[in-house]
């Protein structure tokens, strides 16, 4: 592989509630002091000591649900023990859940192993009679981004669409500061390159949390939806932002990728397509706004 395609690899790297009194709804439960809308379920979301994983669980507990939050080593308060790639103890975490947030996947490793073979595995171990919806946190792009996780991630979704189970698929835009950790492992000293042309969308973790926790109070969709930031931004304008904030004196070289990854990302295949947005933009998580 070229260094240029490398570096274009390297930077693609390619979310408590006050005691109120409960009472008895048809399909749920209500607290007394929420929206009469909002129906408390037991969540449970996996992946959950990951960057999104982490901010969920507030959000949730806000909205008045129960949550639980499965990892491999089921640490921390409401933490419960599920690994995907092996199935262990996977069931004992699915019993009672009325909603899965899926957020689980393995990027670095070996993602059909987690992020498919797991997602079959947590399609068999759902309690189907109980289940009410399944949030899958997906990313945009990945049906038209050739790169092997992205292409891991679409299989699962196909899992998911097939399984006949009350679903919704939410493809996001990348996090700000997950493009922050991609433009500081680029950087090379003095330099930072970065691809020619390539359009991006970053989205503030936070928001992204909390339109989870919308999703998952709404009912399933079946199909495909997204949800990106505010702006469209080149990946060189991105990146002089983040330089300018973060890393003075850094120069930024636009190289050309060539191949069908750079032409996918050059025609906005990581921009959403619809959906909703976030409102904050990247120079304002820069400058802490």
């Excluded at 983040?242 to 050309?256: C, E, L, N, Q, S």
């Excluded at 909703?276 to 820069?286: D, K, P, V």
């Amino acid at each position: 592989m070229s260094e240029r395609v490398a570096d274009a690899n390297c930077l693609l790297g390619v979310l408590h509630v006050a005691d109120h009194r409960v009472v008895p709804w048809a399909g749920g439960v209500f607290r007394r002091g929420l929206s009469r809308e909002t129906a408390v379920m037991d969540v449970l979301v996996t992946g959950a000591t990951g960057r999104l994983g982490t901010r969920l669980v507030e959000p949730l507990q806000a909205a008045g649900h129960s949550v639980r939050r499965m990892s491999r080593r089921g640490a921390g308060p409401g933490g419960v023990r599920g690994d995907l790639a092996t199935g262990f103890d996977l069931a004992t975490a699915l019993a009672g859940a009325e909603v899965v947030v899926h957020a689980a996947s393995d990027p670095r490793g070996d993602p059909w192993q987690v992020d498919v073979a797991g997602t079959r595995r947590l399609v068999q171990g759902v309690d189907r009679d109980r289940l009410r919806h399944l949030v899958y946190v997906s990313i945009v792009g990945v049906d038209r981004i050739p790169y092997g996780y992205y292409r891991a991630k679409f299989a699962a979704e196909q899992v998911l669409l097939a399984s006949g189970l009350p679903v919704t698929l939410l493809r996001i835009t990348q996090f700000h500061d997950f493009v922050d950790d991609l433009l500081d492992t680029a950087r090379r000293g003095p330099v930072l390159p970065v691809p020619m042309g390539w359009r991006v969308q970053p989205v503030d973790v936070g928001e992204a949390a909390q339109h989870v926790v919308d999703v998952v109070g709404r009912p399933p969709t079946g199909d495909v939806v997204e949800y990106g930031g505010p702006e469209d931004l080149s990946a060189a304008d991105l990146a002089r932002a983040w330089v300018a904030a973060r890393a003075p004196g850094t120069h930024v070289v636009a190289t050309p990728v060539p191949g069908k990854l750079g032409a996918a990302f050059r025609d906005g295949a990581a921009v959403s397509t619809g959906g909703e947005r976030g409102r904050r933009t990247y120079a304002e998580h820069l400058h802490g706004s």
